[in-house]
T-cell receptor
Framework: IAGITQAPTSQILAAGRRMTLRCTQD?????MYWYRQDLGLGLRLIHY???????GKGEVPDGYSVSRANTDDFPLTLASAVPSQTSVYFC?????????????FGPGTRLTVT | GQNIDQPTEMTATEGAIVQINCTYQ??????LFWYQQHAGEAPTFLSY??LDGLEEKGRFSSFLSRSKGYSYLLLKELQMKDSASYLC??????????WGAGTKLIIKP
């Protein structure tokens, strides 16, 4: 594979259920990010990781958790899904967190919470 | 608060030129990015500006004025495949990207 993969592509989830969105990159990028994209709003940062073993909270972290056990993987977990978490979720990575480093995006996961 | 403003939608004709504006108010500035996003797809990187002036890359150019908190993306010789949303994002003092809601560009033949 080349780039970033996300799984699943789409999911319908009952409210209250736990769900993990998977993200894997093979570019050996240090920094990784999770965004959600909602109609009429810009991408909003949920959590980020500047390097393996570290994570940080973004603009909308409530209800979500992440881990970064290694360079390649950055899973996002919804502990108890609520309808307001219905969104398209994008994972992204960049070589580093500063300067001109652009972010590369995965194909996204479309999540519907009912 | 932090804010990125872009027009919601623009329409242009194939072969023409279009300018998409972006104004920003952020806590700090460490660069401005433009991304393209086709419907149902992931955003892809177009350009990066950190100093004032114009950056040209083929049919696409991006301009930045830090004193005015303003940028624009200029698309020349428009093609039907340029129909997409164009996202403006500013890297703030925490080196996080703050995103605008995007401008949907519709190209008509």
């Amino acid at each position: 594979i080349a780039g970033i993969t996300q799984a699943p592509t789409s999911q319908i989830l009952a409210a209250g259920r736990r769900m993990t969105l998977r993200c894997t990159q093979d570019m050996r990028h240090n920094a990784m990010y999770w965004y959600r994209q909602d109609l009429g709003l810009g991408l909003r940062l949920i959590h980020y990781s500047n390097t393996a073993g570290t994570t940080g909270k973004g603009e909308v972290p409530d209800g979500y958790s992440v881990s970064r056990a290694n360079t390649d993987d950055f899973p996002l977990t919804l502990a108890s899904a609520v309808p307001s978490q219905t969104s398209v979720y994008f994972c992204a990575s960049s070589a580093a967190s500063g300067d001109s480093y652009e972010q590369y995006f995965g194909p996204g996961t479309r999540l519907t919470v009912t | 608060g932090q804010n990125i403003d872009q027009p919601t939608e623009m329409t242009a004709t194939e072969g023409a030129i279009v300018q998409i504006n972006c104004t920003y108010q952020t806590s700090g500035f460490n660069g401005l990015f433009w991304y393209q996003q086709h419907a149902g797809e992931a955003p892809t990187f177009l350009s990066y500006n950190v100093l004032d002036g114009l950056e040209e890359k083929g049919r696409f150019s991006s301009f930045l004025s830090r004193s005015k908190g303003y940028s624009y993306l200029l698309l020349k010789e428009l093609q039907m495949k340029d129909s997409a949303s164009y996202l403006c994002a500013v890297r703030d003092s925490n080196y996080q990207l703050i995103w605008g809601a995007g401008t949907k560009l519709i190209i008509k033949p």
